[in-house]
C-alpha cells in the first residue's frame, strides 16, 4: 500500500469554475492601500551599449516614488547576465 493517495491520480481542480467564467482574482487584479506599482523601461536598441541614466525628470514627476538603475544593483554576475 502506498503511503501517497494524491500523487499520480486524477483530481478535480477546485478553482477550474472561477476560472473560465472570469470571477477568479490573479496577482493583476489585486489593488491594495498603499500598493505602489512598478514599471521597467527597456532600451528600444539591442545590444546597446548604455553608457548612463539621466532619471532627474522621471523624479520631478507626481507619483514616481523610486527609480532604480543597475547601478542601485549589486554588481554580483551569474548566468548569462
Do not use: E, Q, W
Not at 483530481?11 to 477550474?16: G, I, K, S
Not at 472570469?22 to 493583476?28: E, F, H, Q, V
Amino acid at each position: 500500500m502506498s503511503r501517497y493517495n494524491v500523487i499520480g491520480k486524477r483530481l478535480p481542480r477546485m478553482d477550474a469554475k472561477d476560472k473560465v467564467t472570469g470571477k477568479a482574482l490573479y496577482t493583476d487584479d489585486l489593488s491594495l492601500p498603499g500598493m505602489l506599482c512598478g514599471l521597467i523601461l527597456r532600451s528600444p536598441l539591442p545590444h546597446a551599449r548604455i553608457v548612463g541614466i539621466d532619471v532627474s525628470r522621471a523624479l520631478k514627476l507626481t507619483g514616481v516614488k523610486a527609480i532604480v538603475t543597475g547601478d542601485d544593483t549589486p554588481k554580483i554576475k551569474f548566468g548569462i547576465i
